[in-house]
């Protein structure tokens, strides 16, 4: 199932591995934005925010409605915009300042608790920074993304613990972790939901065992 995922993954997205990475507050406000809506329309929605602003501050004292109306008219714009100035009021509150080029001088350890400070910010997307913007290889392990290891035979439980995010890192090879992440992104808090997965649209779907 690792190899299937893996090759699903890198065909998608490739291997990501000559990316030039992003700092990581930009990684995390993508984060937010992967959380609202695919991995495609958030890296878009991004690039709109950082055409339309002269800085993240400048989004950080707007109105939410104004940032959701450079992105789309969609629910998940204004989500994404409440979500992204709530953090960057929070942001500012607690390190008095709109970067997070600090984290860089940290070890990856520090460099998470600092993310964890923030309480928009849980362990899976903490570690969704390290491992895209700070090159760490971590395999982050969100509740969706446990629960569709779970399905697909990947890990013992569908919780979200720290000892099932190190057997599912051990499931991959290092390398494929931004892409297997993405994948997740895209697909687990979206199709593998918790009721009622939509398995006819999963590009898994013939090669899991759970399919309903
Ligand atoms: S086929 Fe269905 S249950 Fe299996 S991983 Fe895909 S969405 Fe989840």
Known sequence: MAVGLTEYATGKYGWLKNRKPRPPLNQLILSIFYHVTSVRRATRALNELKRAFVDWNEVRVSHPA???????????AMEGAERLVWLLRELYEVHNRTNLDFLAELTPAQARTCLKRLSTVPRDVADEVLLLSLDVPVLPCSAAAARMSHRLGLLPDDRATVKNQRALAKAFEDDAYA???LFFCDYADKLCLPEE?????CPLGRMCVTRR
Request: glycine share 6%; net charge negative; aromatic share 6%.
């Open 197 to 201: 997965p939509l398995c006819e649209r």
């Open 66 to 76: 104004e940032v959701a109306g450079v992105l789309s008219s969609a629910p998940w």
């Open 179 to 181: 892409p297997v992440h």
